[in-house]
């Protein structure tokens, strides 16, 4: 054979070659498609999987619960080398509960859907909370959260405005009806846990509450927005509950029952288990719920609640701005809290308070354990269309004391209570507040329109910055 074919023949075999190695790519890589995404977070992650590397299907029919599973299993092995995250891309992706890992990001596209599955099978049951005693909905145990971690740390749950639906109404039926051997679920949960965020997401029809960190530290929950009907049973929003060093911001919610209620145990079991929620921030919240609060303290707050700080909140159509409820039976405290700028429209109360909130965990509750009520802080509030300015029922022989208020300006409605505000076992003061409170907490006048000073020093939470993380993802 000639030099000439002999070379000629050479470049043919190089580009058969190249050529079929370019099509057998070209067929691994066929379906596959290239995205960028970003968020601000507590931290970054140096791997990146999606679901469908894990078989997920998002066509709404196909259950992901294995897959979820399978993938947070299989990234958890990244934990000791810069951590991982699992993306989830636009689709309907139908599972039931799946716990997540330390050093773990769930990050949920644009147009991701989670759906909460309607299986029940898919709801492993767990023990009743130990500062519970008992399941809120039945005196057995609970259905695991969706999405559900328990002593973790460093975790993130964030997304461009991905949804997860919890499917409720299935529930609420059961629950109407009487057919739960257990608590329902809530949409998000984390136990004993460090160092968690939640952001940037939309919660739809929670079975129950939507957001619960118990027993845990150092959290952050930001852009959340949260819809149920407002007739929906305990669909709660956000319930801090015995944690300490938490921040809610920048969320809008609009549910069945209080917005934010802040919590620390049940009678017996909650003094028993003695963990407070401390140190928590609430800003710029928007909240709408007819037939509960917007930040409600209790009822169960039987481990006590100190050292809260709420500013720049509104409220539309919602029973009571800020709510206190408590009862003999609870013991614990609610104390150093401290509320500012809140803009009110129509409401049946701007504050209420009460030690006759009768739900207790069982008959074995002590009466002799009372709650330890002091140092509530309100002013800068303007409100309209109110039914009522205040209802505070404190507890005989155990009263409600160092109730501040002040500069406080209430609008009443045309068909407003004749009486604004009733007030029984409660001491405390006010500055420049209309319509004129009740004797029992007498106007200091406008020399102390600066009174219930909001504290100037922040908490550790607020410390807290995120970083910009960037990555590129390749899935089916």
Not at 45 to 69: E, L, P, Y
Not at 118 to 138: H, N, T
Not at 219 to 239: E, F, H, Q, Y
Request: charged share 20%; net charge positive.
């Amino acid at each position: 054979m000639s030099p000439m074919r002999t070379k000629m023949t050479r470049i043919v075999t190089v580009l058969l070659v190249g050529f079929i190695l370019g099509v057998r790519s070209g067929e691994a890589r066929k379906g596959k498609v290239t995205e960028s995404f970003a968020y601000t977070g507590i931290s970054c992650r140096r791997h990146t999987a999606s679901i469908t590397d894990f078989g997920g299907v998002g066509d709404g029919k196909t259950s992901n619960t294995k897959a979820f599973q399978d993938a947070v299993n299989h990234l958890s092995k990244y934990a000791s080398d810069g951590g991982a995250q699992l993306y989830v891309p636009a689709g309907k992706w139908l599972t039931g509960s799946f716990s997540l890992t330390s050093h773990f990001t769930l990050y949920l596209q644009k147009h991701a859907l989670l759906l909460a599955s309607q299986d029940m099978k898919e709801w492993p049951v767990l023990k009743p909370l130990p500062s519970y005693g008992r399941g809120r909905d039945a005196a057995g145990g609970r259905f695991t959260s969706l999405i559900y971690g328990t002593n973790l740390t460093d975790v993130i749950v964030t997304g461009a405005n991905g949804t997860i639906d919890g499917q409720g109404s299935f529930w609420w039926q059961k629950f109407h009806k009487g057919k739960l051997k257990y608590t329902r679920p809530y949409l998000i949960e984390f136990m004993y846990s460090d160092t968690i965020q939640i952001s940037n997401l939309t919660l739809l029809n929670s079975p129950s509450w939507n957001v619960h960190p118990v027993y845990s530290s150092n959290i952050l929950i930001k852009g959340i927005t949260i819809l149920a009907p407002v007739k929906s049973p305990n669909t709660d929003g956000i319930n801090p509950d015995s944690c300490t060093n938490v921040r809610i911001e920048d969320s809008y919610i609009v549910s069945g029952d209080d917005c934010i209620a802040v919590k620390s145990g049940w009678d017996e079991y909650g003094i028993s288990f003695g963990m407070p929620t401390k140190q928590l921030v609430i800003r710029r919240l928007t909240c709408i719920s007819p037939y509960s609060a917007a930040i409600a303290l209790g009822s169960e707050m039987s481990g006590g609640i100190q050292d809260v700080r709420a500013e720049d909140i509104t409220a539309v159509h919602t029973e009571s701005g800020v709510r206190i409820k408590t009862a003999r039976g609870r013991g614990g405290f609610v104390k150093d809290i401290f509320v500012r700028r809140m803009s009110l429209h129509t409401m049946k109360w701007v504050f209420w308070m009460t030690g006759n909130y009768k739900q207790h965990a069982d008959n074995h509750y002590d009466p002799n354990a009372l709650p330890v009520i002091q140092g509530i802080n309100y002013r800068d509030i303007v409100a309209n269309n109110v039914s009522m300015a205040a209802r505070l029922e404190g507890i005989e022989g155990d009263p409600f004391t160092q109730i501040c208020i002040a500069n406080v300006t209430i609008g009443m409605a045309a068909k407003a209570k004749k009486v604004p505000w009733t007030c029984t076992d409660v001491e405390g003061i006010t500055s420049g507040v209309s319509p004129r409170p009740c004797d029992l907490l007498p106007d200091q006048g406008q020399k102390k329109i600066a009174a219930c000073d909001f504290p100037a020093k922040p908490l550790s939470i607020d410390r807290v910055v995120l970083k910009t993380c960037t990555y590129r993802v390749n899935h089916m």
